[in-house]
C-alpha cells in the first residue's frame, strides 16, 4: 500500500524558515518524480514544486522561487521542501504527492498533508 | 502561471449529468494532453480521478468522464450520485516540468 507521510509543519514568525519531510512507502520510490502541492485555509490546490526521480530536473512555481528548495533522498525514500523567507500568505496545508504511474501524467497518491501557519 | 478557470459551483439532481469546465490558455491545456482531475471531500486530501484528459485510474467509477477541446478541457460525471458532493479540480502540464491547478468547482447534489 503507498503510503505518503507529511511532517514538519508548525507555527513560524515571518520571515522564518521551515523544513517540510514526506516520507514514502509502498513503492519504488527511486522511480517516480514528486510533487509537493499546498492549499490554503478555503482555497483551491497551488501547485508548489517538483523534482524527478534523479534530481536532476526541479522546478518551482513563481509565487516560491527563490525562496523555497525541494530535494529528496532516495536512500531513505524521502521528500523534503526546505523553506525560506516565510510569508503569511505562505500558510496553508502542505501536501506531498507522487506523480502517476501512467507515464507522470498527473498524481496519483496524496498525503494527509502536514500545516504550516506563518504568522506573527 | 495563471490558475486555470473552473466555475466556482455547480449542482445537479441524482441521476443527472453534470459538466465541469476548466479553461487554459495555448501554453497548458491548449499544448499537452496531460490534464487530470482531482475529487476533494472537506478535511481529506485529493483523488485522482482522470489522467491525459480522459483516462480513468483503476477503481474509479466509469461515471466519471473527460474531454478537451482547445484550450477548455471538461469533466462529466453521468448518474450523480449523492456520494458525488465534492469539490473537483483540474490540472494541467504548463510546461518546463510545471504543472497549474485550477481553482476549484464545488459540486452540490440537490
Known amino acids: 500500500e503507498v503510503q505518503l507521510v507529511e511532517s514538519g509543519g508548525g507555527l513560524v514568525q515571518p520571515g522564518r524558515s521551515l523544513r517540510l519531510s514526506c516520507a514514502a512507502s509502498?513503492?519504488?520510490?527511486?522511480?517516480?518524480?514528486m510533487q509537493w502541492v499546498r492549499q490554503a485555509p478555503g482555497k483551491g490546490l497551488e501547485w508548489v514544486s517538483g523534482?524527478?526521480?534523479?534530481?536532476?530536473?526541479?522546478a518551482y512555481a513563481d509565487s516560491v522561487k527563490g525562496r523555497f528548495t525541494i530535494s529528496r533522498d532516495n536512500a531513505k525514500n524521502s521528500l523534503y521542501l526546505q523553506m525560506d523567507s516565510l510569508r503569511p500568505d505562505d500558510t496553508a496545508l502542505y501536501y506531498c504527492?507522487?506523480?502517476?504511474?501512467?507515464?507522470?501524467?498527473?498524481?496519483?497518491?496524496w498525503g494527509q498533508g502536514t500545516l504550516v501557519t506563518v504568522s506573527s | 502561471q495563471s490558475a486555470l478557470t473552473q466555475p466556482a459551483s455547480v449542482s445537479g439532481s441524482p441521476g443527472q449529468s453534470i459538466t465541469i469546465s476548466c479553461t487554459g490558455t495555448?501554453?497548458?491545456?491548449?499544448?499537452?494532453?496531460?490534464v487530470s482531475w482531482y475529487q476533494q471531500y472537506p478535511g481529506k486530501a485529493p483523488k485522482f480521478m482522470l489522467y491525459?484528459?480522459?483516462k480513468r485510474p483503476s477503481g474509479v467509477s466509469n461515471r466519471f468522464s473527460g474531454s478537451k477541446s482547445g484550450n477548455t478541457a471538461s469533466l462529466t460525471i453521468s448518474g450523480l450520485q449523492a456520494e458525488d458532493e465534492a469539490d473537483y479540480y483540474c490540472?494541467?502540464?504548463?510546461?518546463?516540468?510545471?504543472?497549474?491547478f485550477g481553482g476549484g468547482t464545488k459540486l452540490t447534489v440537490l
Open positions: 504527492a507522487k506523480d502517476s504511474s501512467s507515464g507522470g501524467n498527473g498524481f496519483d497518491y
Open positions: 509502498g513503492f519504488t520510490f527511486n522511480d517516480y518524480a
Open positions: 523534482i524527478s526521480w534523479n534530481s536532476y530536473s526541479i
Open positions: 495555448s501554453s497548458d491545456i491548449g499544448s499537452y494532453n496531460l
Open positions: 491525459e484528459g480522459s
Open positions: 490540472c494541467s502540464y504548463a510546461g518546463s516540468n510545471t504543472w497549474v
